[in-house]
């Protein structure tokens, strides 16, 4: 992907979600009147229950193919129901009854969405009253199926990834501490615009905090360092919790910022300790990472 389209769309999630949402929402309505597809309102309902009122990261290529899997299991189901017992209510109820715990409790046992998509696909289905008849049944099935596919292709281009936005998080949350940090030890911070930057340093950890379930959803691999993940939340607390004590200690006043001035050490320190914060940042930034003691 192109780094400035890339930067646009993790600065941008939400305008892109809205964006993406009314071009997809637009474009299913529009095909199914061009191509006179029956009960075609089930598209444009499948793409808006799919791709949701918030950006959901990589995990809404994860509900697809759940909804997917839900809609073929509840359709097979309800399409056989309604050969075998279409005038039948009491069989049809019975049905239903045994499918909830069956793909609750065996076949979706691990999916949650595709159990609740089955059932949901199956209840819909054998609403068909005699009149609409099967092929009613089937052209929803259908077109479930269509919208979530329709949905999936235009997830793939251009797609936001939960880690992708959690790097640019966490590139952002430094940033904010490193500009901090420089301004404590230089003495230049005024109470006002500090307490701003400190207030944007904790809001981005706790964005952070929700995009990490995304991250979980659409990995294994960051699944199962979710502790990894955690720990990194409270060093970056940590860290903006340091820049607080420096600011209420004599780094913050004029005569101890010309004392320290004074301290080759310290300040030889400073830079090393911003240097590497301005590393990990382009890093992150960048999707990239190098060893500090390989990049000189």
Do not use: C
């Not at 199926?145 to 251009?158: M, N």
Request: glycine letters at 6%.
């Amino acid at each position: 992907m192109n780094k400035k389209i890339e930067t646009y769309i993790y600065q941008n999630v939400e305008r892109v979600h809205l964006i993406r949402t009314m071009v997809l929402v637009g474009l299913s309505f529009i095909l199914v009147n061009l191509l006179d597809i029956p009960h075609g309102s089930w598209v444009s309902i499948t793409v808006v229950v799919l791709i949701g009122p918030v950006p959901e990261f990589g995990g809404i290529i994860h509900r697809i193919l759940q909804r997917i899997l839900g809609t073929v299991t509840g359709a097979l189901l309800g399409v056989a129901t309604l050969i075998l017992f279409q005038n039948n209510v009491i069989i049809q109820t019975l049905i239903i009854l045994i499918s909830i715990p069956l793909f609750g409790l065996v076949v979706f046992k691990k999916y949650p969405y595709a159990y609740l998509i089955g059932v949901m696909t199956l209840v819909i289905l054998l609403s068909v009253n005699e009149s609409e008849g099967l092929d009613t049944a089937l052209w929803r099935s259908g077109n479930i199926i269509f919208g979530g596919l329709i949905t999936l292709v235009f997830s793939l281009i251009f797609p936001v990834r939960g880690i992708r936005e959690l790097k640019f998080e966490m590139a952002h949350a430094l940033s904010l501490i490193n500009k901090e940090y420089k301004s404590v030890v230089e003495g230049d911070l005024v109470e006002e615009p500090y307490l701003l930057e400190i207030s944007g340093i904790i809001a981005s950890i706790r964005k952070q905090r929700k995009i990490i379930t995304h991250v979980k959803k659409e990995s294994a691999y960051f699944k199962n360092k979710s502790q990894e993940l955690e720990e990194t939340m409270v060093i970056l607390r940590r860290m903006s919790g340091i820049i607080e004590l420096l600011n209420t200690s004599t780094f913050a006043s004029e005569i101890g910022n010309q004392y320290i001035s004074q301290l080759y050490s310290i300040k030889e320190k400073h830079e090393i300790f911003t240097s590497r914060i301005d590393l990990m940042i382009e890093q992150l930034s960048n999707n990239s990472f190098e060893a500090p003691e390989k990049s000189t």
